[in-house]
């Protein structure tokens, strides 16, 4: 092996390494609540770690004249692979070009960090550590470093899988740890490429104790892998090790043994041996859980361990998981793909095509599933940028995998032929996981560092000449203006694309980070308009805050909701196919319509967001999400009709949605049918619509349109009743309605209740007294009406009222007491009625007398009395010893 040192200074050398270093540990860097998705942050991270690399390369390479750039010629078979991922990276862009919707195919979302721009700067860092780390140490030790990233991964994994220290961190209880990583198959995926480099250095280290350190960190590795949960990953690790050792040349041991001080042909196959039954117990595993319902002790006696047999062992499971909704997923891309079969959708664009032939009744149901990625990196490459960029990029792989076998062939190096053979094993499980998965950027990251590794050992075990760049001797005007105009590039590439969107992304993790109340306090601080790249996804945000915690605001409702479709409607310029945005701006225009007093305007606005939904059904036929809000703009309309008409088209699409009954069965009361309309109500509740609070006062409003009280009342009371220290407005309008129904009910002792709870928070209303009087008229007789109408008085100062209304409620308790002399309910009633009345010394008496004549109920009079006071208490004391 050649062993080139390019010629850096040594404080070149450490800013190179530094970098690299940090660059390595992206995956551990977080930075929670702010800089979240975490993944966007570290893909920007790397962005700005590359832009110093590059230009400390060009500014030593052009000014300092420090070293010179050596690269193979071009028959090197390195070649191969980089020239069929250079075709794979320009056939992507040229479908970026060509996108259906350019901006997000470059940018990509924060939520997923793709885009054409991240998976270049990718591709340009496995490039630059082929090119500028010559020397076979320094790979070794960012290796190194790549197992300390590893083990703070695995062992936050374990933390959260176990429970451990719940105060720092969250325990994950639904499926595998995460990590810090993004998902549980992210942190398996990232666990594959570790296993088998620490495995490599398992066979190869000469001492005792490294190789104790390095089987310790492969066994570490696997059981993170394990408690992730990732079945495909378990496939994956297990073709792949069935094929490191029974494909390793073992010859190539008996043949070398003074390169083997250890590792014998007799210990290798030993090693088999232990893996093949490894396997073999493995299997026997799963098809014991399989074949016996009923578990040994010491598994059942473990939730964790009997969750992870019971599920992630499990066959039908397995199948139900893959057969499923991933599959139901495939067949819906696949539908895509026909459309779009050469160029696809555009990088990131898959859920344009995706949501055109979005059908939710494909098993085992796709609802309220917004899919962005097909969960099949092959599917998901032909679906965004079509055949030939699918064809070169299974091409890439097969031709890295066979220089990689012709090194190990053509090889004598027993390093060589380890490394070679374990970066072929970590293909062969990383594409295995990709068949039912796809990338984040932590898997993104350590990959292109091992495909970089591998196109270092290709280049430097084969004998060919090298290409050598020397700094130019002189370097003119026009090139100093040229590389001015670079750094100048670079520094605006920095600020507008990297840290003025981090800013702006951060405002909206803290505000996502924090509870309701505060989150609408800080919501005015934000104007997604001024948020560049990301102007889109920040309208989305706020729109999702909105509806998310509008209900600690509700006066508010009007205003946020004018904010949120203006700021959409920007977003939809940069956007125009994401269906979820036109989806946010039909909604929102039907909650402004719904407020607005003027005729001509409300119909204007109702028109408007009827425009919004019929977009977002074109670009989503069978998103039901649509029909649904399409009803409530009917309702608002009063065109029942047609509004029942929709909910039927709903109902075509999948039946199992409720919501589409819900809307039905409104219509229909409306329209006078109060016996289907019922009907339909109950079928939605029956498949588990529970509907938001507004939901159920449009079903109060429509049977009080049929003037069906009772149905009304009873759909008005599962209403939330709104604060009324926070919401002193709202809450007396809720509780004036449900005086208004129960008085319709002919239920006046509560019908005076909830009077009584208006007054309570605005004791200024007047029009509670006249509704009082007006229940009194009603039902002249109630003691509970005159104590209500008492109480009112009281505050209000009227004593003549008041003084009439108490000697009422006194008489009328008295005369039930003469009737009943031997039960003391009534006198406790009279009792009660004083408390409240704050007629306490009365109160008081009327428990002494209780306490002589029930002795039985003393205690219970005793706590009463205890409740009003301590003077009151006193009193009660005294004259029960008298």
């Not at 408690?227 to 073992?250: K, M, N, Q």
């Not at 998310?548 to 310029?573: F, R, W």
Request: net charge positive.
């Amino acid at each position: 092996m050649k062993n080139n040192v390019l010629n850096f200074s040594e404080n070149t050398q450490k800013y190179i390494f530094w970098s690299t270093c940090f660059i390595l540990l992206l995956p551990v860097i977080l930075l929670p609540p702010s800089f979240q998705p975490s993944d966007w942050t570290r893909s920007i991270l790397l962005k700005i770690a590359l832009i110093f690399l590059f230009s400390l390369i060009l500014f030593k390479f052009f000014y300092k004249k420090e070293f010179s750039i050596e690269i193979p010629s071009f028959r090197n078979p390195v070649y191969f692979p980089i020239t069929a991922l250079l075709g794979f990276l320009a056939v992507v862009t040229t479908s970026t070009i060509f996108s259906v919707d350019r901006h997000f195919s470059f940018f990509g979302s924060p939520v997923r960090s793709g885009g054409l721009l991240n998976i270049l700067f990718l591709f340009l860092f496995s490039l630059f550590l082929a090119t500028f780390i010559k020397n076979e140490n320094y790979w070794h030790r960012f290796i190194k470093i790549n197992f300390i990233s590893g083990v703070v991964v695995s062992l936050i994994g374990f933390v959260q899988y176990f429970g451990f220290l719940k105060s720092i961190f969250i325990v994950w209880e639904a499926g595998g740890p995460p990590s810090i990583v993004g998902n549980s198959t992210f942190l398996a995926i990232y666990m594959i490429f570790l296993t088998f480099s620490s495995f490599y250095y398992f066979l190869n280290v000469e001492t005792n104790r490294q190789r104790i350190l390095y089987l310790c960190l492969s066994i570490l590795f696997l059981l993170t892998i394990i408690i992730s949960g990732s079945r495909a990953t378990y496939i994956g690790i297990l073709i792949a090790f069935a094929f490191y050792f029974f494909f390793l040349p073992t010859k190539y041991i008996s043949f070398h043994k003074e390169q083997f001080k250890w590792l014998d042909l007799e210990k290798f196959k030993l090693l088999k041996i232990v893996t093949v039954l490894v396997i073999v117990l493995g299997l026997i595993g799963v098809i014991y859980v399989n074949l016996n319902p009923v578990l040994p002790k010491f598994i059942e006696g473990n939730p964790k361990i009997s969750h992870f047999v019971k599920n992630r062992l499990s066959i039908p499971i397995v199948l139900r998981d893959i057969t499923g909704a991933r599959f139901s997923a495939w067949k819906i891309t696949w539908q895509s793909i026909k459309e779009k079969p050469l160029l696809g959708w555009g990088p990131e664009n898959s859920y344009i095509g995706f949501e055109k032939y979005y059908d939710p009744t494909l098993p085992p149901g796709l609802q309220k599933l917004w899919w962005d990625r097909p969960h099949n990196i092959f599917l998901q490459i032909w679906s965004e940028s079509g055949i030939i960029a699918l064809v070169l990029y299974i091409g890439f792989w097969a031709t890295l995998f066979w220089r990689l076998q012709k090194l190990k062939k053509q090889n004598p190096d027993k390093k060589a032929v380890f490394a070679s053979h374990g970066l072929q094993a970590m293909v062969i499980a990383y594409l295995v996981v990709l068949f039912f998965q796809f990338d984040g950027f932590t898997t993104y990251l350590i990959s292109f560092f091992f495909i970089g590794y591998s196109f270092f050992l290709i280049s430097s075990y084969q004998k060919t000449e090298t290409i050598i760049f020397y700094p130019p001797i002189k370097i003119t005007t026009f090139k100093k203006i040229l590389i001015a105009l670079f750094f100048l590039l670079m520094i605006l590439f920095i600020w507008f694309w990297n840290i003025g969107p981090l800013y702006f992304n951060e405002k909206l993790s803290h505000i996502e980070s924090i509870n309701c109340v505060k989150k609408m306090d800080y919501i005015d601080d934000i104007n997604p308009e001024k948020f560049g790249i990301i102007k889109s996804f920040g309208a989305l945000k706020y729109s999702d805050f909105v509806k998310q915690c509008i209900s600690v605001k509700p006066q508010k409702e009007l205003e946020y909701s004018t904010k949120s479709l203006n700021y959409l409607k920007e977003a939809l310029k940069i956007q125009p196919y994401f269906s979820r945005t036109l989806l946010f701006m039909g909604s929102f225009t039907n909650v402004i319509a719904a407020r607005e007093k003027s005729p001509e305007i409300k119909n204007n606005l109702i028109i408007e967001a009827r425009s919004y939904l019929e977009k977002g059904m074109e670009l989503s036929p069978k998103r039901q999400e649509f029909l649904i809000e399409m009803e409530k703009n009917h309702l608002i309309a009063t065109d029942y009709e047609m509004m029942k008409k929709v909910a039927n088209d709903c109902i075509l699409i999948d039946d199992a949605n409720g919501a589409c009954y819900w809307y039905l069965g409104i219509a229909q009361i409306f329209l006078g049918d109060q016996i289907n309309g019922r009907k339909s109500i109950a079928l939605s509740q029956e498949k588990g619509y529970l509907g938001p609070n507004i939901a159920y006062k449009q079903l109060a409003v429509a049977y009080m349109s049929q003037n069906n009280w009772q149905e009304a009342l009873l759909a008005y009371k599962i209403v939330t009743p709104p604060s009324s220290e926070l919401f002193p407005s709202e809450a007396a309008s809720y509780h004036a309605t449900l005086a208004y129904l129960y008085s319709k009910a002919g239920n006046y002792v509560e019908a005076s209740k909830e009077a009584l709870e208006v007054f309570k928070i605005q004791p200024d209303n007047q029009e509670t007294i006249q509704f009082l009087a007006t229940l009194l008229n009603l039902e002249p007789n109630s003691i509970e009406l005159h104590k209500n109408l008492a109480y009112v008085y009281k505050k209000t100062g009227d004593n003549t009222k008041y003084q009439k209304e108490l000697l009422f409620i006194e008489n009328g308790y008295n005369s039930l007491i003469f009737r009943y002399p031997n039960d003391s309910t009534q006198r406790f009633n009279l009792a009660y009625s004083y408390k409240q009345l704050e007629e306490n010394e009365k109160a008081t008496y009327e428990l002494i007398k209780i306490s002589k004549l029930f002795p039985d109920q003393r205690p219970k009079a005793e706590e009463v009395v205890k409740s009003m006071g301590g003077h009151l208490w006193s009193i009660y004391v005294i004259e029960m010893s008298k």
